[in-house]
């Protein structure tokens, strides 16, 4: 399976949709505005399986890092762009994304912050996680993500994972 078909799977074309739901009342000056577009951009991508697209969001030396029990797979990290879509191949194996929500989201410069809640399906134990929370905080430069560092509520994972 390519991938694209993982991640399309996995994360699904909702988050295309929930990005639609720009969070930004606020005034932002040009550094803070480039990175937070920049990060809904690669959250799009990464939505709708758009391979291309994210690879040119993501800077050559990106670091992406799970949070979490590190019983589960795709928990930990990777670093440089083959080794994220290999990382991405990995959690689009054991987690099927089946709703994901962006409550929150905020840039200070060339840091961005999103907070939502979403669930998942696990594969190989066919059991629904239950809505979960997540955090992430990414890290721009030049127009790239470098540090994609998220957080979710494992616990909860770790428990449908491990039936």
Do not use: C
């Amino acid at each position: 399976m390519n991938r694209r078909t993982l991640l399309k799977t996995s994360i699904g074309a909702t988050l295309a949709t929930i990005l639609a739901q720009h969070a930004g009342a606020q005034t932002m000056d040009d550094q803070t505005q480039a990175s937070f577009d920049t990060v809904m951009a690669f959250m799009g991508a990464m939505g709708s399986g758009d391979m291309e697209k994210m690879s040119a969001l993501m800077a050559d030396d990106m670091v992406w890092h799970n949070e979490g029990d590190e019983s589960l797979p795709w928990i930990g990290g990777a670093t440089g762009k083959e080794n994220v879509f290999k990382f991405l191949g990995v959690f689009s194996e054991n987690l099927q994304t089946t709703m994901w929500e962006n409550t929150d989201a905020f840039a200070s410069g060339d840091t961005v912050a999103v907070f939502g809640k979403m669930n998942g399906m696990i594969p190989h134990s066919g059991k629904e996680i239950g809505e979960f929370t997540f955090a992430l905080r990414a890290k721009v430069r030049d127009g790239q993500v470098v540090l994609w560092h998220w957080f979710e509520d494992s616990f909860a994972v770790s428990q449908a994972y491990h039936g």
